[in-house]
């Protein structure tokens, strides 16, 4: 990946108050003490804690969660566990996460939570008990009508696992089952979620090429298709588009890429990186960088990986029609002003990416129903779920640019986010401050 080489201000925070900011000017309705309110983070923690490792030292672990707003329900977000996790893009995180129930329509806020550590470098055991301590260090800060964590990067189905068995170790005698999602099957988990994020992002493609966001392309059958990042909603994007007609050309992972203009032969790339744990060198492809991927000439783009992957320094370069945001925070602003100019949309991760906390409000309302829903269903309600929310956001900005607004013209990612704050701030002027 090519560190970024702008004076662009990256700090994920500072980013998610340029675009509220970006939103509100579009909405003078708006009084300045709720934007302020709804800018900022209801509660922000950090434990500091102990471990002994399996060589027998001890190394002190830094874990954040951070609850935004739950003006709309409980706090609701991902744990991710990577070394550059800090409270600034935990904070910038959950932010993202109140706007994205908010798009999606389910009844949760905004909550993140992280431990700043490379699990890469950790074994099993030693990632058990970091999962353990940090969970209890939390104590009654989570649980299924409070803040509900769910899988980020770097943690999956086993970690949610080991948070569901920590909590109810601390709360026996009760269902607990809907403090976490992303649990596998066989513990409450949903059937769908696994491929949540991946299959809300398709959907959602599909929704908005049928109602003409890319101009003489009108769905995903045949698109050429380029994913940086192949963990969950990289690896699943990759299957359900090719499954859904697309050629995927070129994948990616924190090592390097892939590209095949013929089409990659993703079962055979995912078997490769189960063995060597990357997808570079992967047979018939060529080895390209996560910078060349970015730069590919594409129907789809899809950032599945970090945030500030697309940034002013490299945006002008995007050669693809449409980019889907499988990450949180993978474009800058600047970059949005660029891709813009270039007439390039992106269908914003608050969008794109909702699938996943989608399916996650699925797998808790099964849980406090003591019910299981079969895939089909579950499927079901989450592609009427992602249409509805793409084609609010796409009629909002359709709305406004008619309009011909003094401020000129919107993104996608303004009009969702217009659509997001407004239904927070809605349910906030209707409960009114307390006390
Ligand atoms: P994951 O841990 O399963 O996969 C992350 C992938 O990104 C891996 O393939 C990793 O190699 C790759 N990666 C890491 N650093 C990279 C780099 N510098 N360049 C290129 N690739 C790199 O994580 P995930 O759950 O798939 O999350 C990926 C993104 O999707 C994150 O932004 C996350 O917040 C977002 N997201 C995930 C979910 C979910 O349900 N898992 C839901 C919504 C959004």
Request: net charge neutral.
């Amino acid at each position: 990946m090519s560190s970024p080489t702008t004076t662009e201000d990256l700090n994920p925070f500072h980013i998610t108050a340029q675009q509220f900011d970006r939103a509100a000017a579009y909405m003078p309705q708006l009084k300045r003490g709720l934007i302020d309110y709804l800018k900022r983070p209801h509660r922000s923690v950090i434990v500091e804690f102990p471990i002994e490792m399996a060589d027998g030292t001890v190394q002190t672990f830094t874990g954040y969660r951070v609850l935004h707003n739950m003006v709309r329900g409980p706090g609701k977000g991902g744990i991710r566990y990577h070394p550059n996790v800090n409270l600034d893009e935990v904070r910038a995180l959950a932010s993202w996460m109140t706007w994205k129930c908010a798009v999606i329509d389910v009844p949760f806020g905004g909550a993140k939570g992280g431990v700043a550590f490379n699990p890469k470098e950790h074994s099993e055991a030693d990632i058990r008990k970091i999962t353990r301590r940090y969970i209890s260090e939390l104590g009654d800060l989570i649980g299924p009508y409070t803040d509900i964590p769910a899988p980020d990067v770097y943690t999956d189905a086993r970690t949610m696992a080991w948070i569901f068995d920590t909590y109810s170790m601390m709360h026996p005698g009760r269902n607990n089952l809907g403090v976490v999602t992303g649990k596998p099957l066989d513990i409450g988990g949903s059937h769908g979620r696994d491929e949540a994020t991946a299959r809300g992002c398709l959907y959602c493609a599909e929704r908005a090429l049928v109602r003409g966001v890319v101009s003489g392309r009108d769905g995903v059958d045949g698109a050429r298709v380029a994913i940086q990042g192949f963990g969950n909603a990289g690896a699943h994007a990759a299957t359900l588009f090719h499954e859904a007609g697309a050629h995927i050309i070129a994948v990616s992972d924190s090592q390097g890429g892939i590209l095949n203009e013929r089409g990659i032969d993703l079962a055979a790339v995912a078997a490769y990186k189960a063995k060597t744990g990357t997808v570079l060198g992967a047979a018939n492809a060529r080895n390209i960088s996560n910078a060349d991927l970015l730069a590919l000439e594409c129907d789809i783009l899809i950032p599945a990986a970090l945030e500030n992957q697309i940034r002013g320094d490299n945006a002008a370069a995007v050669r693809a029609r449409l980019i889907c945001e499988a990450a949180n925070g993978p474009t800058t602003p600047t970059a949005d002003r660029i891709l813009q100019d270039k007439d390039i949309p992106v269908l914003p991760d608050i969008l794109a990416n909702s699938g996943g906390v989608c399916v996650s409000y699925f797998e808790w309302v099964q849980n406090n129903e003591n019910e299981q829903w079969d895939l089909q269903e579950v499927n079901h309600k989450l592609r009427t779920k992602m249409e509805r929310a793409a084609d609010a956001v796409i009629g909002k900005q359709t709305e406004i640019n008619r309009s011909g607004h003094t401020n000129g013209p919107i993104d996608l990612r303004t009009a969702a986010l217009i659509v997001a704050i407004d239904r927070v701030a809605e349910v906030a002027l209707k409960r009114g401050i307390w006390p």
